[in-house]
Structure formats: C-alpha cells, structure tokens
C-alpha cells in the first residue's frame, strides 16, 4: 500500500508555456508603437495659449496718453472669443476694442490712459484646440510731466 504522505505524485507540477513570454513581449512592444504613432502630436503640446510678449511689458511704466496694448501667444487664437479689458487704478474696467488687422497669434487695441497709477490688461483667449486661458499684465502710468 502507498503512502499519502507525498502529495507530489497527486498534485501536477505548474509550469508556465514557454510561449507566454515573447507574446507578452510582442504586445508591449506593439503597445509602445501605438502610444508613438498616436501620440501628442506639436500642435497638443501648445495646448493653452500662453503669452510670449506683451506691450506694454509687465510691471512697465508709460506716460499718460494714447497707449497701444499687444499680447501674442504662443499659438492661433480664436479672436471671436477672446478678449482685452483694462482695470484702471480706481478699479473701474475699460473694454478694449480688438484689432480686426492683427496676427492670428495676437491680441491688439488702443486706449487712452488717463490716469496715474497701477494698470491691469486682463485678458482670455480661446486656442483653437479649445481651451480657454486667462491672465492679467499689470504696469504703471505715470503724469508726462514726471522725470522717467
């Protein structure tokens, strides 16, 4: 009579198929192909637009008078949605009206800066991969007749 001491002989050894390995391996590889080829392409790594220059620059100071606001970002804006306002120092808001002639990259108008003090440019775009940024520019005015 046999022992059941061993349970060797009743239980079956596991083993892994030798083939599991290089499958596995064919699907990752086949995996990091797709993330490559579909992948963030140069126009979604500019996803927010953000500004590479700005007139007047921030933290400036200008001379009470006509004064020209420039923003250009980054990327295309969609300049039907997007928009300049200006809080002036007694913290009333001015609507600047956009330059229709402007780079698609740009944001432009005119105002008159009649006050002294601390400006503020708010402004919100729209990229055209949809997404909506905001910010703010801040500079001063100071009288003409005060030294530079």
Avoid: C, Y
């Avoid at 009206?97 to 009649?114: C, Q, S």
């Amino acid at each position: 009579m046999r022992s059941l001491d061993s349970t060797a002989q009743f239980m079956p050894e596991f083993r892994r198929p030798t083939h599991a390995r290089p499958t596995l391996r064919a699907w990752i590889g086949l995996l990091g192909v797709s993330a490559a080829a579909f992948g963030p392409t140069p126009e979604m790594a500019h996803a927010h637009a953000i500004i590479v220059a700005a007139q007047p620059a921030m933290h400036a100071t200008v001379v009470q008078g006509d004064l020209d606001i420039r923003l250009e970002f980054n990327s295309q804006i969609d300049r039907e949605r997007s928009r300049l306002s200006l809080r002036q120092p007694d913290g009333s808001e001015l609507t600047v009206m956009l330059a229709g002639d402007a780079p698609a990259n740009v944001l432009a108008g005119r105002v008159r800066a009649t006050m002294t003090g601390r400006w503020h440019v708010d402004w919100q775009v729209l990229s055209l991969d949809g997404h909506v940024t905001r910010g703010e520019v801040s500079f001063s005015v100071r009288d003409k007749s005060s030294a530079p």
